[in-house]
Every structure is written in C-alpha cells, then in structure tokens.
C-alpha cells in the first residue's frame, strides 16, 4: 500500500507525491520534475504503465506511459481514450481528516516540511487555479478550524482568498494569514521560511496570533498585491484599454447598484445575494468564486470591492462605467456642490471614500526617498498626509514616523503641510494635528523612533549603511537598557534573549515574534527592512551580555506558598490563602516579582467569583463515557473521573512528577475528541493532537513550549529514546537536543507539558518502565443518543471556560492544604501514595474515600488492563482477591500451578515446561508483580527455592512490617503472624 507522505525521491531526481483516498488507497501522483517543473498522473485499471494527466481525453503510449494528445495519435502509435480521475482529494487526506485544525498551503513541499513539526497541513494538486466547487474540498475541511497561508505572490494570495470565500459557513472558522517573508510577487513560501532557520515553535506563535478572515472586511494586505503586480501598460486583464467601454451616464433616477449588476449578469458572472450586499465573480481578473461584493452606500451611491485586491477602477472599466457611475445623478445638483472627497479628484467626479489604512500611506510612498527630486515627492507627502488626517490616532503616529522616513523632512514641517490641507479639504484640524506629533501617545517612543528615522534616513557623507544601521540599533538598545526592558531567561541553556515591554509583555527576541514586530514598528524600523535584522541581531546580543537576569516562569509556577497561573501574555491570577479562606486576585504580569513568558502562557480567560466556578466534572463535553476493566471492578466511571479532575488540577498546580494520562479504547469511542477538549481549555482551539514523532529534536522542542501535549492514535513500538525522554518529561527535567536539524550545536530545553495520549492496544506500554509511569483511562461504546458533534463540544468548553479554569486554580490551592493532611493521614495509617505523592495530595483534595481507592487502584490498573498482564501474575493476584483473610503463602515452583487452579477460579495457565522454567518465569515476572501490589520473595531450602507472595496491602493494612528477605540463609518469618498457605 502506497504511504500517505513525505514525497519519494525517485533515481532520477524526481520526487513524486501520492495523494491518497481515507483507506490508503493511490488515486493519483504528482511528480516534480527536476528542473523545477510539476506533471499529475495515475494508473487505471487492466491498462499498463502511468497515464499521464487526471483529465478526460485522447492519450498516446510513449515508452512505459500514457500522455494527453489533443490532436490525435501519430502514425503507429497506440491511443485510447480515458475518463477523468474518478475523485480529486487533498494531499495526505489519512492524517488530516481527523484533525480539528488544519493548515492549507501551495505545494506538496510545503506541506511535508510543516508535518514533520507534526502541523496537520495539506494541499490541493495542480496549483493556484485549481480549487473547484465539483472537486469538494471543502467537504473534507468542513467544521475544522482552517488557517490559510499563500506564497508570497498575486495568484497565491488569489488563491487563498478563493478557499477563503468558499469555506464560509462549512468550515468552524477559517484564518487568512499574510505570506511568511519576502518580497511582494517573489513567491517566497513556506520552505523559504523553514530554510531561513525559522523553527515550528515559531510557526505556532504565528498560527497563534492569526485573525480570523472576515469576508466583510478583508485585510489591508491584500491590495498591495494587486497593486504590486499591476501591468504598466493601459490594458485590463483581458487586454481591453482601460475607459475604452461605453461610458453611458446614468439617468436622472436610475440605481446605480442595478446597473452594475446588470452589467455583470450580461458578462455572465455568477450573482448572489447576501442580505443587503450581492456577491459575484469579478471581471478585474480570473475568478473561478464570487470574490466582489457589490453594496449600496449612503445617498444611494454603489460601493463595489474585490476581495483579491482589484481596483474599483479597472472594475468598472471592465464593465464599461465610470467612478462617477457609482452615484446618482441628480439633475438639480452641481456635480462640483457634492460632498468633498479628496483634493486630487478632477472637477464635477465624485469618488467614494474608502476606509484609510497604513497600507494606503504605504503605497503612497513606496517609490519615494530622501535622495527623490523634490518634484516627485511634495506632491506625494501631501497625498500621504491626506491619507493620515483620516487615520486613528495611534495609526497618524505610524504613518507619520514614515513619511518622516521615506521624505526626509521634519515633523514640525509636516504639521504645517497638514494644517493646509486640513484647510483646504474643509476639515477641523484641532483634533488631528496639535498632537500628533506627542511622544506620549506612543508611550514613550515617539522621540526614539524619530531619532532613528534620521539616523537610517538622512544621508551622511561617507557614513556606510552599515554603520548608519549599527548606531541605530545602539541607540534602540541603549533606551532598552535604561528602561529595564532587556532580560536574559536562564531557565533553558543556552540562554534566551527577552524585552519586556511597557504592557507587562515578556517577548522572545525572534524576527518572526508578531508582537516584537510591532514593537520594533513603534521605534521607527519596519520588519520589512533591512535594518530590521541587524537590530533583532543587536537586541539579542545586547539581552545576553547586559540583560537582567531572570528565570521566567512558564504557564504557573509558585512563590513563598502562592499559586501564580498566567492569564495571557499581559497578565496572571493569584491565589493564596488568608485563613481558611482560598484568595484568588488578577494582576499585571511581573508584579510580586513573578514573570511569565510571553510565549508559554494560558490564553487570557475571565477570573469569576467563585460562587460563579465550574467543576469540569459538570461539563458534559468533559465527561467521556468511561468503563471499568473486567479484572478491576471498583475501577469504575467515577473513580477514573475523580483521577482525570485531580489531573487537570496538578497541571495548574504546576505538580511534577506527573503521571501520562493514557485514554484507552476502540475507535469511536471518544478518547481523541476527550484529548482534543482539553486542549482546547487549556491551551485554545488552535491546538490539535499530534502523532508520534519518530524524532527526538521534534519530541524535545513540543513539550518544552506547551502546557499540554497530545499524542493520538500510538499503537506501535516507540523509538528507543521514548522512555527515557517520557521519564524526564514526567519529571520535568531538562531535556538535552540540537538547536537545528542542521548543525551540532547542543541546548537544553526544560520540559513543561503534561502527556496525553490516546490509544487503542497501548503497544508502547508494554515495557514496566513505561507503563508505570501512566495513568489509564478506559474508553466504553458511547450510545449513539450521547454522541455530539465535535463542534458543539468544543462550543460548550469555550462557554464553560472561564468558570472551569478558575475552579482549577482555586483546587490547585485548596489541594496544596487539604489535599496534603489527608495525605499525611493516609500515610500515618500505612497506605503507599507511590512515587506521584504530590498528584495523590492533589487527587485527595477533591475526594477523601473515592480519591484514596482511586490511587491505590491506579497501579492495578497500569499492570492488568495495559499490559494484557500476564496470566501467572493474574492467577496469583486473584489468590488474594479471592480470600480476603489472606495475607501471603509459600510456594514450591513446581507446586505452584496446580496450587493456582485450586484457588483462584477462572485462570487457565498454560504450560510452563518443569520448575526450573516455572522459576525463572517469577523472576522475570518480578516488576509485574511489584505493579499489582504483590511483593515475591525467593527464599532457599536446600538445593531448591521457595517462593513467598506477600499482598503488600493487605500486609500494611494489618500492621505488619514488611522486609526484603535475604537470598542466603534460612527462611525467615519477616511477617509475623502472617497467614501461611490456605
């Protein structure tokens, strides 16, 4: 059966990529040629070799394949005609139909470097063009949450824009984000961006910090790739001269929006209506969906816009009208008394006034310097001052640091260049002007990133770029000094570079950190700049050398016997006792002398009162349809409810070592969608279940960056490394990797994640090492009257929310104190809590009785429903279970399994082969033995053993001390008054 992913490297250089139906099965390839170039081809049943395309049509045989001819066979050559591919699906649709988040991307390349960060990505076949309602591949996306990211060029963006509009209403929410690097038109793409040295924590921040695509108001972005790629010629797309259609004006009364649509209907363009707006293919440019909203605005006037960026201008001239064809035209009105639109606008037209944005000023100055003929850039500063006096304040400031950049002129020369055309364009220029140029509204900035607007803008005789860049940097990194702002993290080696900004952020100096970018925005240098890197490199050297030093906490972390939970980037909750009483209080991130990570962090939520908390355990989507185990009767829903509260209670409590929560059952039986929820509550819903990596630098880099890492479906053996990378990230330790793929270079990352993991044999669980170390879960059949769809269970979490995470941190607290003295009871009265003490203390927080029997069944449960334990130790184990009074028993090897028959009722061994095997099977059967609570002691008589089983729980329950016993010298009673055989 072909594999579903990575691309296969064929001999000749080739590399072909199998797109695959939900069983495995091939439907077709896409093969990339070397030199870069793509070809699709698929087998077909009872024909041999490859036919060379998905289409129907005419094919020839050339050697060992089949290609598309469309004028026919040649003389002597084999022909047939062929239909179709029967279906068209996503690339390795196997491993993201079950995924609640998925991201789309151009290029089967893309898509296999993002999976081996474990990022369900995919993608369609045969590019950009290619996404068609009759292929329906939005069925597959359907109530996922979709993040989109195109190449870095105009049919990329377009294409994204097209999957955009048609996931509406199918898919849960869908995420357009800006390309990741380069250039507008370069196609830089998503494996530019990983080459780069870009890592997938990184890429997750970015997934993070998306916002959702709003069809009604797209991003700004998206028209500068229009206007990027614009011809220079006066041809439209389809090669008619701009103008050049009819330019009827409309009649007295006519409506402008009819017209329009009118118009798009003759061309043959599709036309819906939503509401109060008509949605229809645009005739700018190649648009397979609707992508132009066609709407009225105020007065009656037609406002038209395209989503993939096309100009109201070229629009209309496509449909033969004017701008001034957007208005009625009213025959008792001069054309020249309308409302005002811009002072550039030719007299009696009237253009609609869009919505200002930075892009605009953007565009505006994008060809202009300080070295620019004066000519050339009054009259552009004007327009772009035009733009600014419609713009918010915060957006002025911005917009001005960058004329002030591009021009070369001063501020004080702009505010009185802005007054004029405040004048001129009839505007109260009170509000607009006197403070813009406040350092105050910038926080403090507005007077360092002047400053390095000069440094890097006004040309100095002989001064290289570079030193104009580096004194720059100094200047930014000195003022971050002096406020403080600069922190090295010693909490990782080596250490990592951070700036704390004025709102209580703690961000990581990386050239892709969204925040940072707009931070750096805020002291005169644009991501887009040079200039950009080379302070990024400045910031971070400076961090380390002269930075405070700080160890940051990461999601919680406790302080002189208090709980500190971080509540987004910007803040935290605090709880503590005063009495008896559990305080819960929100504060700033970094007061008390506690500060977080901007980037490790639980996404921000409401603290409520605690009259207003929710246990999650009356939460329908959190309570799974568990079972008990045949072998564990009191191992039932209720217990292994109280084990999986108390263990979403230690992670907020920060409580390490802290067991694997091990969710088993059949498929279907809700144990991904139960994994899934919580991490939706704990780290939001752009989060998803991950599978196995065979990895260890993958392994190292997800749990050292998440509070909750997931692994679904891990049926097979793991990698070598598993256990022991599992016990440090159980423990919390240090986890010792490779900074990149690429290099040697060794750096140690704290593991912080809690593991889930779903499964449906537990395989991997079968080492006593591994096992010990779990707690299980045991999925049941779900009736189908109970099943809910994942989407309105992920709804009734995010409601919930709020109330379930103050409920957590509250018990993290109360389970520190209550938790701890029935603990202390419980030990006084010899119960073993095992090696997870602090989780015991959490889980009898919640529950005295209940939590106790469950932590002493958790163990039984680790070895007999995980491991298909082994039918000797079964046997022995329901000896004691069979006769309550029975404490321990002696037993010959060879008497041993006649003895087991008697007494315990069910259990047919198998043979064993004599005494000698019998013993040497106890023996190696000893860790089993340990984990279902029997202790096995080999004690000589004579030339032979004996065997002594001892129920430690039983024992400590009676008082009875209970020792090792020595392999040489007689037998001992170490338990006295202990039963002997029964």
């Known amino acids: 059966m072909p594999k579903s992913g990575p691309g296969e490297v064929q001999k000749n250089g080739w ?146 824009v097209t999957v955009a509009m048609a996931l509406e209403g199918i898919a849960t929410k869908v995420y357009l984000h800006r390309p990741l690097g380069g250039e507008i038109g370069s196609g830089f793409d998503v494996s530019d961006w990983i080459e780069e040295g870009h890592t997938d924590g990184q890429f997750h921040a970015l997934i993070r910090n998306g916002q959702p695509f709003d069809p009604s108001n797209p991003p700004e972005w998206i028209r500068a790739y229009a206007k990027g790629t614009r011809k220079k010629s006066n041809t439209l797309f389809d090669g008619k001269k701009a103008g050049s259609g009819p330019e009827r004006q409309l009649q007295e009364g006519e409506d402008p929006v009819e017209r329009i649509l009118v118009e798009l209907g003759n061309r043959g363009s599709t036309i819906d209506q939503h509401g109060d707006y008509w949605m229809a293919q645009c005739p700018a440019h190649d648009d397979d969906r609707p992508s132009l909203k066609v709407s009225r605005g105020e007065g009656g006037k037609a406002t038209v816009m395209c989503y993939a960026g096309c100009e109201a201008d070229h629009i209309l001239a496509q449909l033969g009208l004017s701008m001034r064809d957007l208005y009625i035209e009213d025959r008792g009105v001069r054309s020249d008394d309308r409302t005002r639109v811009s002072s550039q606008r030719p007299s009696g037209s009237a253009q609609p006034e869009k919505p200002a944005s930075l892009a605009d000023v953007t565009a505006i100055l994008e060809d202009i310097y300080p070295s620019s003929p004066i000519d050339k850039r009054l009259p552009a500063v004007d327009k772009a001052l035009g733009v600014v006096l419609r713009l918010n304040r915060m957006e002025q400031a911005e917009a001005l640091n960058l004329i002030v950049a591009r021009s070369g002129a001063g501020k004080n020369d702009l505010k009185a260049r802005m007054r004029e055309i405040a004048e001129r364009e009839n505007t109260n220029p009170a509000d607009k002007v006197e403070d813009l140029t406040d350092t105050q509204s910038l926080n403090g900035l507005g007077s360092l990133a002047e400053r390095v607007n000069t440094l890097l803008n006004m040309p100095r005789k002989g ?8 004194e720059a940097s100094g200047l930014v990194c000195r003022y971050f000094d002096e406020h403080g702002w600069l922190l090295c993290d010693d909490s990782s080696r080596p250490s990592g570079a951070f ?29 887009s700049e040079n200039a950009f890197k080379h302070l990024i490199h400045e910031l971070e050297t400076a961090c380390i050398r002269q930075g405070k030093r700080v160890v940051l906490a990461r999601w919680s972390t406790w302080k002189n016997g208090r709980l500190f939970v971080s509540n987004g980037s910007r803040q935290m909750v605090v709880a503590s006792l005063e009495g008896s009483k559990v305080k819960m209080e929100a504060l700033p991130n970094g007061e008390e002398g506690v500060l977080f990570d901007g980037t490790a962090v639980f996404p921000e939520w409401e603290l409520l009162h605690p009259d207003d908390m929710i246990d999650p355990r009356d939460v329908g989507a959190l309570k799974p349809a ?104 159980v423990t919390g330790g240090m986890l010792e990797t490779r900074r990149l793929y690429s290099d040697d270079d060794l750096v140690q990352l704290r593991a912080t994640a809690a593991v889930a993991i779903s499964s449906r044999t537990a395989a991997f669980a079968r080492r006593p090492d591994v096992l010990s170390r779990m707690l299980p879960l045991f999925f049941g059949d779900m009736p189908a009257v109970q099943r809910r769809s994942t989407r309105e269970l992920a709804e009734e979490v995010r409601a919930a929310r709020d109330g379930v995470m103050t409920w957590l941190v509250y018990q993290a607290l109360r389970g520190q104190v209550v938790g701890r003295s029935r603990a202390q009871a419980a030990k006084t009265s010899g119960v073993d809590l095992s090696r997870y003490d602090e989780f015991a203390e959490t889980v009898l927080g919640l529950e005295s009785e209940d939590g106790l029997a469950a932590i002493m069944e958790m163990q039984r449960a680790q070895a007999i429903s995980i491991v298909d334990m082994d039918k000797l130790v079964a046997a022995v184990r329901a000896v004691f279970d069979n006769d309550r009074q029975l404490i321990q028993f002696e037993k010959k090897p060879g008497e041993l399994p006649k003895f087991l028959e008697h007494n315990q009722g069910e259990i047919k061994l198998p043979p064993y082969g004599g005494a000698k095997n019998i013993s040497n099977r106890i023996r190696e059967l000893s860790k089993a033995f340990e984990l279902v609570g029997i202790q096995v002691d080999p004690l000589p008589d004579g030339n032979t053993t004996v065997f002594r089983f001892i129920d430690r729980h039983k024992a400590r329950q009676s008082g009875l001390k209970i020792e090792e016993t020595q392999t040489s010298g007689s037998r001992g009673q170490n338990i006295p008054g202990g039963n002997g055989e029964s």
């Open 15 to 160: 590399i072909q990529y199998n797109y695959l139906d939900e069983e495995g099965r091939l439907l077709y390839q896409v093969v990339r040629k070397q030199p870069k170039g793509f070809f699709q081809r698929r087998r077909i049943d009872g024909v041999s070799g490859w036919v060379n395309a998905l289409t129907a049509g005419t094919y020839v045989k050339t050697g060992r394949s089949w290609s598309k001819r469309s004028s026919g066979a040649e003389e002597g050559q084999e022909s047939r005609q062929f239909e179709d591919v029967p279906r068209r699906v996503l690339y390795r649709l196997p491993e993201i139909m079950d995924m609640q988040t998925v991201v789309l991307v151009e290029g089967e390349k893309d898509v296999d470097n993002l999976q081996k960060w474990d990022v369900p990505a995919t993608t369609n076949a045969q590019g950009s063009k290619s996404w068609k309602p009759e292929y329906g591949y939005e069925e597959t996306l359907r109530d996922k949450v979709v993040h989109l990211i195109p190449d870095n060029d105009k049919p990329g963006v377009q294409h994204m």
């Open 463 to 470: 001064m290289p770029i570079r030193m104009m860049q580096q």
């Open 626 to 729: 568990l079972t008990n185990p045949p072998e564990i009767l009191r191992y039932d829903d209720s217990m292994q409810g109280t084990l999986l509260t108390g263990w979403l209670v230690a992670i907020m409590a920060n409580i390490r070592p802290l067991p694997v929560l091990l969710a088993m059952g059949d498929a279907d039986s809700g144990k991904t969608t139960l994994l899934r929820l919580l991490l939706h509550l704990l780290q939001g819903a752009t989060f998803d279940v991950a599978s196995m990596s065979r990895n260890e630098h993958d392994w190292a880099v997800s749990v050292s960056r998440k509070a909750l890492h997931v692994l679904d479906n891990a049926d097979e053996r793991p990698p070598d490394w598993f256990p022991d990378s599992l016990a440090t990230t």
């Open 499 to 527: 700036v704390l900004t004025d709102e209580h952020e703690a961000l990581p100096v990386m050239g892709n950190s969204q925040h940072l970018r707009v931070l750096i925005n805020r002291v005169g240098v644009n991501a």
